[in-house]
């Protein structure tokens, strides 16, 4: 299911501010990301990592700017977009198998009422195949263990044969054997020209794992390949902390109580 | 007089479940004081039966003991058998409830309860019910005891006040420093329960769950100071309770009742009317902030056209547009500047006095300094800079400049 | 037992339709239920039903007449008033969920109080009609009431039956949901809608007060029996039935008692029996769990310690129970029981205060005694493990580590140079 798209960015952001109470937390951000590759998002804790795939997906609302999907609103592109959320944002307790679990990728290809058809299930089984996890199919989650808990999440989304992908956090709290199935699944997808964003937490495998990287921390600070914007002084304005007047800015927007639109 | 026997009575329990509801509130455990409330009335109900009487004393016993089951019972449900906390609570204070609610009615014959009187109380019948000893009237029981009981509440919060405020707003704080926060714990729920029954007789279920949530809540509305927010609690739960008596003479209706809805309409008032967290005054917010902006515009208009232009001045009616798309915010926004002697108005012109110069050159430093900062902390590209530094300078004080000039400079 | 006989016989048309009314309702708040409390939404039933009464008594003063109707779309009114007073309170950002919860329990409450008593008032004040709402009596259902029930029951069931999937996702993972394009806030009103409609049929038989119970607790229930939804759903509509039936049948019974408590019990008993005796997740089995583990490692370790023994006292073939208490830790009767179970299963055999191990049971003792000693050596040489440390984290790893990770632990060892098939303790062993 190659689609041709007369515009060429898979995702394309615009002076994007997005406030949490009212407080920005993400500031002017200007993306224009390169199609087929695997790209990297980089911050410390609280940089809006996580707020930035949420806003990309419409999940969080946006205080100023847009974002494009291949030159259209992510509202129309929404099925060519794969999201893997973090697994601790979900009880896994949940009275659930793992098959279900990875219907659910497609849900908003289904619409009201229509319940997963034989065709559905094959094309689950085989997501679950590409993550190694199909004989855990009739497995219920709460006995999964991290690692292959990611893995369902993954095939949840692979199941959508999406063009691009927004994993949050994919490789914590996973044992080496599945970082390592998900590195090679992300590599799979770079080969068939997917774009794959990534929030990434671990300095060391950057340069090994992506293409291209995003910086961020309450605003970015680069964005660009790998080799030319992860150096060290990137990464001291990354991680160097002292970041008073943006929080001092931010705090008081949040406090005087406007939300800076237009 | 009797009247007030009763009002005081109510006082006197909003009082109590007020002061220690407020800690509820915040310890994010409103629920559970509506649980024990409920879970309550087996034990008194048993008390009644066994002992055959009205009196006091097993009755608080009965009460305090099925209190202080239920929250074991919580626990219990919650930590052994795994079941989440509010179906805990809710499958707890129902099985118990019920549990009373049958022994009086199967009992109904020696039992001096009937299920309405547990709802709401028999708060009218306080001055009838009066303590004698030594012959003499000393006034009716239940000021006595609810009197009692409210000073042994506001002896426990004055006593442990340093310890239920950390442990309120950061447990883990009180454990390192070394207070007991389990016991605290304890003590505090052992408090509740007292309050609560005490003020059962009275008031009855539903009331003891309102004047332990409602007052503490509304006072969240008008502070965040633990000191005030326990007085206004206090002081909120004895206005609804004498409010509530009014009411209920009026209406000719049950007293108890009439003293919930008083709490809920002090409530509902303060949603609304609070100055500092109202929704009015939320409300009128970005409306003040609006003018504030004008008000930001109309000085750096008046500034730029003596800069660029050598202009001292702009006609009134030409100014209007371009500093507000309301015209109520722009003509407060002109107000606002002639009150405060920055701005004077001479021929249906305004101009820039000395001071209005001085406050347009700090917003325009405060302008610049932010596009520096976006361009070079940002990395926001030269046609957005502008416009960030647009809609930020209304908020850059003496401060926030500063900090810029330093980060300027390095 | 003459009543009990004819209510079993199903004689009394009443009797029919108020089981059957109690049956759908059991069976609807049930299901309603097991949404709500995966949603971790119980107690906002609680606070709808409380809600509901001024609703029940303004329909009531506002039509005078004692049909169910007005007093049931009163009661939802009111129900619906009470969410969203709820959802205004949190967002003044000032007042918690909790809290907003359990004012409008109370204020709306006391609100319909004040109006029961105005209703009291009344000339035509059949205000005993409006009692039943407080506590619930079933047996004063009518069979129009009954209809109604049923029409509402269908219609809840059919709604979740249909939007399966998009609930089950709205619990699950709202965020995905959202993701793929659905209107979260918009099934989440709809399910709150669910919850008024099942109150609003609720509270002639089980009353304001404990309709909470009726959605929370035979939910609750039947989530210690499956961790299939599908089968927790129709265990919670089972369970709410049996309650509601229950209920009407202990009522008929003794008529001074108002059905509502009778029902919260019967689902309470139905509850505290299945926390107890569900398999899996229930407490006896989760004991039984606990004893096995427990028996396997104690003769785990007494295999090991026999070997260790032995080692110690070369060429001794017979090793004295006592020998072992020590380096076991526990007292000698734990030994022989420990023994006696062995014994049984052809592991040692055990005379008169002395083993033996057999071929089987020596083949056993190596395996724990080697998974014991490759892991110490691990966290030794690896890890970098105080050698006083290493023991015990051992003696709880050897019995859960599995084949594959002995086979790479083997692997890694050799690398350094141990001998792994006779392998050697890196401690003095315990005599």
Same mark, same amino acid.
């Given at each position: 299911?190659e689609? *041709?798209?007369?515009?060429?960015?898979?995702?394309?952001v615009?002076?994007?501010?997005? =406030?949490?109470h009212?407080k920005?937390?993400?500031?002017?951000?200007?993306?224009?990301?390169?199609?087929?590759?695997?790209?990297?998002?980089?911050?410390?804790?609280?940089?809006?990592?996580?707020?930035?795939?949420?806003?990309?997906l419409?999940?969080?609302?946006?205080?100023s700017g847009?974002?494009? &999907?291949?030159? #259209?609103?992510?509202?129309?592109?929404?099925?060519?977009?794969?999201?893997?959320?973090?697994?601790?944002?979900?009880?896994?307790?949940?009275?659930v198998?793992?098959?279900d679990?990875? $219907?659910?990728?497609?849900?908003?290809?289904?619409?009201?009422?229509?319940?997963?058809?034989?065709?559905?299930?094959?094309l689950?089984?085989?997501?679950l195949k590409r993550?190694?996890?199909?004989?855990?199919?009739?497995?219920?989650i709460s006995q999964?263990?991290?690692?292959?808990?990611?893995?369902?999440?993954? =095939?949840?989304a692979l199941v959508?044969?999406?063009?691009i992908y927004?994993?949050? +956090?994919p490789?914590?709290?996973?044992d080496?054997?599945?970082?390592?199935a998900?590195?090679?699944l @992300?590599?799979?997808?770079?080969?068939?020209?997917?774009?794959?964003?990534?929030v990434?937490h671990?300095?060391?495998?950057?340069?090994?794992?992506? #293409?291209h990287?995003?910086m961020?921390?309450?605003?970015?600070?680069a964005?660009?390949p790998?080799?030319?914007?992860?150096?060290?002084?990137?990464?001291?304005?990354?991680y160097?902390?002292k970041?008073?007047?943006?929080? +001092?800015a931010? +705090?008081?927007?949040?406090?005087?109580?406007?939300?800076?639109?237009? | 007089?009797?009247a007030?026997?009763?009002?005081?009575t109510?006082?006197l329990?909003?009082?109590s479940?007020?002061?220690?509801?407020?800690?509820l509130?915040?310890?994010?455990?409103?629920?559970?004081?509506?649980a024990?409330?409920?879970?309550?009335l087996?034990?008194i109900a048993?008390?009644? @039966?066994?002992?055959?009487?009205?009196d006091?004393f097993p009755?608080l016993?009965?009460?305090?003991?099925? /209190?202080?089951l239920?929250?074991f019972l919580i626990?219990?449900l919650q930590?052994?058998?795994?079941?989440?906390?509010d =179906?805990?609570?809710?499958i !707890?204070?129902?099985?118990?409830?019920?549990?009373?609610?049958?022994?009086i009615?199967?009992f109904a014959g020696?039992?001096d309860l009937?299920?309405?009187c547990?709802?709401?109380?028999?708060?009218a019948y306080?001055?009838?019910?009066?303590?004698?000893?030594?012959g003499?009237?000393? /006034?009716p029981?239940?000021v006595?005891? $609810?009197g009692?009981? %409210?000073?042994?509440?506001?002896?426990?919060?004055?006593?442990?006040?340093?310890?239920?405020k950390?442990?309120?707003?950061?447990?883990?704080?009180? &454990?390192s420093?070394?207070f007991?926060?389990t016991l605290?714990?304890y003590?505090?729920m052992?408090?509740?329960?007292l309050?609560?029954?005490?003020?059962?007789?009275s008031?009855?279920?539903?009331?003891?769950?309102?004047?332990?949530?409602?007052p503490?809540a509304?006072?969240?509305?008008?502070t965040?100071r633990?000191s005030?927010?326990?007085?206004?609690s206090?002081?909120?739960?004895?206005?609804?309770?004498?409010?509530g008596?009014?009411l209920a003479?009026?209406?000719?209706?049950?007293?108890?009742g009439?003293?919930?809805?008083?709490?809920?309409?002090?409530?509902?008032?303060?949603?609304f009317?609070?100055?500092r967290y109202?929704?009015?005054?939320?409300?009128a917010?970005?409306?003040?902030?609006g003018?504030?902006?004008?008000?930001?515009?109309?000085? *750096?208009?008046?500034?730029?056209?003596?800069?660029?232009?050598?202009?001292?001045?702009?006609?009134?009616?030409?100014?209007?547009?371009?500093?507000?798309?309301?015209?109520?915010q722009?003509?407060l926004? &002109?107000?606002?500047?002639?009150?405060?002697g920055?701005v004077?108005?001479?021929?249906r012109h305004?101009?820039?006095?000395?001071?209005?110069?001085r406050?347009?050159?700090? $917003?325009?430093?405060?302008?610049r300094?932010?596009?520096r900062?976006?361009?070079r902390e940002l990395?926001?590209?030269?046609?957005h800079?502008?416009?960030?530094?647009?809609?930020l300078?209304h908020?850059?004080d003496?401060p926030?400049?500063?900090?810029?000039e330093?980060?300027?400079?390095? | 037992m003459d009543?009990?006989?004819?209510?079993?016989?199903?004689?009394?048309?009443?009797v029919?339709?108020?089981?059957?009314?109690? &049956?759908?309702?059991?069976?609807?708040?049930?299901?309603v239920?097991?949404?709500?409390?995966?949603?971790?939404r119980?107690?906002?039933?609680?606070?709808l039903?409380?809600?509901?009464?001024?609703g029940?008594?303004?329909?009531?003063?506002?039509?005078?007449?004692?049909?169910?109707?007005?007093?049931?779309?009163?009661?939802?009114?009111?129900?619906?008033?009470?969410?969203?007073?709820?959802?205004?309170?949190?967002k003044?950002?000032r007042?918690?969920?909790?809290a907003?919860?359990?004012?409008?329990?109370?204020? %709306?409450?006391?609100?319909?109080i004040?109006?029961?008593?105005?209703?009291?008032?009344?000339?035509s004040?059949?205000?005993?009609?409006?009692d039943?709402?407080?506590?619930?009596q079933a047996a004063?259902m009518?069979?129009?009431?009954v209809?109604?029930m049923s029409i509402?029951?269908?219609?809840?069931?059919?709604t979740i039956t249909?939007?399966?999937k998009?609930?089950?996702?709205?619990v699950f993972?709202?965020?995905?949901?959202?993701?793929?394009?659905?209107?979260?806030?918009?099934?989440?009103?709809?399910?709150m809608f669910?919850?008024v409609?099942?109150v609003?049929?609720g509270?002639?038989?089980v009353?304001v007060?404990?309709?909470?119970a009726?959605?929370i607790?035979?939910?609750?229930?039947?989530?210690?029996?499956?961790d299939? *939804?599908?089968?927790?759903?129709?265990?919670?509509?089972?369970f709410?039935?049996?309650?509601g039936?229950?209920?009407v049948?202990?009522?008929s019974?003794?008529?001074?008692?108002?059905?509502?408590?009778?029902?919260?019990?019967?689902?309470?008993?139905?509850?505290?029996?299945?926390a107890?005796?569900?398999?899996?997740?229930g407490?006896?089995a989760?004991?039984?769990?606990?004893?096995?583990t427990?028996?396997r490692?104690?003769?785990?370790?007494?295999?090991?310690?026999?070997? +260790?023994?032995?080692e110690l006292?070369?060429?001794?073939?017979?090793?004295?129970l006592?020998?072992?208490?020590?380096?076991?830790?526990?007292?000698?009767?734990?030994v022989?029981r420990?023994a006696?179970a @062995?014994?049984?299963?052809g592991d040692?055999h055990?005379t008169?205060?002395?083993?033996q191990l057999?071929?089987?049971?020596?083949?056993?003792?190596?395996a !724990?005694?080697?998974s014991?000693?490759?892991?110490?050596?691990?966290?030794?040489?690896?890890?970098?493990?105080?050698?006083?440390?290493v023991?015990?984290?051992a003696?709880?790893?050897?019995?859960i580590?599995s084949?594959?990770?002995?086979?790479?632990?083997?692997?890694?060892?050799?690398e350094?140079?141990?001998?792994?098939?006779n392998?050697t303790?890196?401690?003095?062993?315990a005599?």
């Amino acid at each position: 299911m190659e689609t *041709l798209h007369k515009n060429k960015i898979p995702i394309e952001v615009h002076d994007m501010t997005v =406030a949490y109470h009212k407080k920005p937390v993400l500031w002017d951000v200007d993306l224009i990301l390169p199609e087929g590759e695997l790209i990297g998002i980089i911050g410390p804790n609280g940089a809006g990592k996580s707020t930035l795939i949420k806003a990309i997906l419409g999940l969080i609302p946006k205080a100023s700017g847009w974002v494009k &999907i291949y030159g #259209d609103t992510f509202e129309r592109m929404r099925t060519l977009v794969g999201y893997v959320p973090q697994k601790e944002s979900v009880d896994w307790d949940f009275p659930v198998n793992v098959l279900d679990v990875v $219907l659910m990728g497609l849900y908003g290809r289904l619409g009201w009422i229509r319940r997963p058809g034989k065709r559905d299930v094959g094309l689950a089984l085989e997501s679950l195949k590409r993550v190694g996890m199909e004989e855990y199919a009739s497995r219920q989650i709460s006995q999964l263990s991290g690692g292959q808990q990611q893995r369902v999440f993954l =095939a949840r989304a692979l199941v959508q044969d999406a063009q691009i992908y927004l994993m949050d +956090e994919p490789f914590a709290g996973v044992d080496a054997a599945t970082e390592t199935a998900i590195i090679d699944l @992300l590599n799979e997808l770079k080969s068939r020209n997917r774009t794959v964003l990534v929030v990434h937490h671990d300095l060391e495998t950057i340069n090994e794992y992506f #293409d291209h990287l995003i910086m961020l921390n309450m605003r970015v600070i680069a964005c660009g390949p790998v080799k030319e914007v992860f150096h060290r002084e990137n990464l001291q304005r990354t991680y160097g902390g002292k970041l008073t007047i943006l929080t +001092e800015a931010a +705090e008081k927007i949040g406090r005087e109580g406007g939300v800076i639109s237009n | 007089m009797d009247a007030f026997w009763i009002i005081l009575t109510g006082v006197l329990a909003a009082g109590s479940c007020g002061l220690l509801g407020a800690f509820l509130v915040l310890r994010r455990m409103s629920l559970l004081g509506d649980a024990i409330s409920h879970a309550v009335l087996p034990g008194i109900a048993l008390a009644f @039966l066994i002992s055959g009487s009205r009196d006091i004393f097993p009755m608080l016993l009965g009460a305090a003991g099925f /209190g202080l089951l239920s929250v074991f019972l919580i626990e219990t449900l919650q930590k052994k058998w795994r079941v989440q906390e509010d =179906a805990s609570m809710g499958i !707890i204070y129902t099985a118990l409830f019920a549990a009373g609610v049958i022994i009086i009615s199967a009992f109904a014959g020696h039992i001096d309860l009937d299920q309405e009187c547990v709802l709401y109380g028999e708060i009218a019948y306080t001055p009838w019910d009066t303590l004698t000893a030594g012959g003499r009237n000393l /006034g009716p029981r239940p000021v006595w005891l $609810l009197g009692i009981v %409210f000073l042994i509440d506001i002896l426990f919060v004055l006593l442990f006040y340093k310890e239920l405020k950390i442990s309120s707003f950061d447990p883990a704080l009180g &454990i390192s420093l070394g207070f007991n926060v389990t016991l605290i714990h304890y003590m505090f729920m052992g408090a509740v329960s007292l309050s609560t029954v005490a003020a059962f007789e009275s008031v009855g279920a539903i009331l003891v769950v309102a004047m332990l949530i409602v007052p503490g809540a509304t006072a969240c509305l008008w502070t965040d100071r633990l000191s005030r927010m326990l007085l206004l609690s206090v002081l909120f739960g004895a206005i609804a309770a004498a409010a509530g008596y009014f009411l209920a003479v009026i209406w000719d209706s049950s007293i108890a009742g009439a003293m919930t809805v008083a709490a809920g309409f002090v409530l509902l008032l303060s949603i609304f009317f609070s100055p500092r967290y109202g929704l009015i005054a939320r409300m009128a917010n970005p409306f003040r902030l609006g003018i504030r902006f004008a008000s930001d515009h109309l000085l *750096l208009s008046l500034h730029r056209a003596l800069e660029k232009e050598g202009k001292t001045g702009i006609a009134l009616d030409a100014i209007y547009g371009s500093i507000s798309t309301s015209r109520i915010q722009a003509s407060l926004a &002109i107000r606002r500047n002639l009150k405060r002697g920055a701005v004077l108005k001479s021929n249906r012109h305004l101009q820039l006095t000395e001071k209005g110069r001085r406050l347009a050159r700090a $917003l325009m430093q405060g302008h610049r300094l932010w596009e520096r900062f976006a361009d070079r902390e940002l990395g926001l590209p030269a046609d957005h800079v502008h416009e960030s530094a647009h809609r930020l300078e209304h908020y850059i004080d003496e401060p926030l400049r500063d900090e810029l000039e330093q980060a300027a400079g390095r | 037992m003459d009543e009990v006989l004819r209510f079993l016989s199903l004689a009394d048309a009443n009797v029919r339709f108020v089981l059957a009314g109690s &049956i759908l309702l059991g069976s609807a708040s049930g299901v309603v239920g097991v949404f709500t409390l995966l949603r971790r939404r119980s107690l906002l039933g609680d606070a709808l039903a409380h809600a509901a009464l001024p609703g029940v008594a303004l329909g009531f003063m506002l039509t005078l007449s004692k049909s169910i109707v007005p007093l049931l779309i009163g009661a939802s009114a009111a129900g619906i008033l009470g969410v969203l007073a709820i959802t205004a309170m949190v967002k003044t950002g000032r007042i918690r969920e909790d809290a907003a919860i359990g004012i409008t329990l109370s204020v %709306f409450f006391g609100i319909g109080i004040v109006l029961l008593t105005f209703i009291q008032r009344l000339p035509s004040g059949n205000q005993s009609g409006l009692d039943k709402f407080l506590f619930g009596q079933a047996a004063a259902m009518l069979p129009q009431d009954v209809q109604l029930m049923s029409i509402v029951s269908v219609v809840t069931l059919i709604t979740i039956t249909l939007l399966y999937k998009e609930f089950r996702l709205l619990v699950f993972d709202a965020n995905y949901l959202a993701a793929q394009g659905f209107p979260v806030t918009l099934l989440d009103i709809l399910l709150m809608f669910l919850v008024v409609l099942v109150v609003m049929i609720g509270l002639q038989a089980v009353g304001v007060v404990l309709m909470a119970a009726l959605l929370i607790t035979p939910a609750a229930g039947a989530r210690f029996w499956s961790d299939d *939804l599908k089968i927790m759903l129709l265990l919670a509509a089972l369970f709410g039935a049996v309650s509601g039936v229950l209920g009407v049948f202990f009522s008929s019974l003794a008529p001074r008692i108002p059905t509502g408590p009778v029902m919260v019990l019967a689902a309470t008993l139905l509850f505290a029996l299945s926390a107890v005796f569900a398999p899996r997740r229930g407490l006896l089995a989760r004991r039984m769990r606990q004893i096995q583990t427990g028996r396997r490692t104690a003769q785990e370790h007494l295999l090991r310690a026999s070997l +260790e023994w032995m080692e110690l006292n070369p060429g001794a073939v017979r090793i004295p129970l006592d020998a072992l208490a020590g380096p076991l830790g526990v007292p000698l009767s734990a030994v022989e029981r420990t023994a006696a179970a @062995l014994s049984k299963k052809g592991d040692i055999h055990f005379t008169n205060r002395n083993a033996q191990l057999t071929a089987a049971g020596k083949d056993k003792a190596l395996a !724990i005694l080697k998974s014991h000693r490759l892991w110490e050596y691990y966290l030794l040489h690896r890890m970098a493990l105080k050698q006083d440390h290493v023991h015990r984290d051992a003696d709880q790893i050897e019995h859960i580590l599995s084949p594959d990770v002995i086979e790479r632990l083997e692997k890694l060892l050799q690398e350094d140079g141990v001998d792994v098939e006779n392998i050697t303790s890196v401690h003095p062993v315990a005599g």
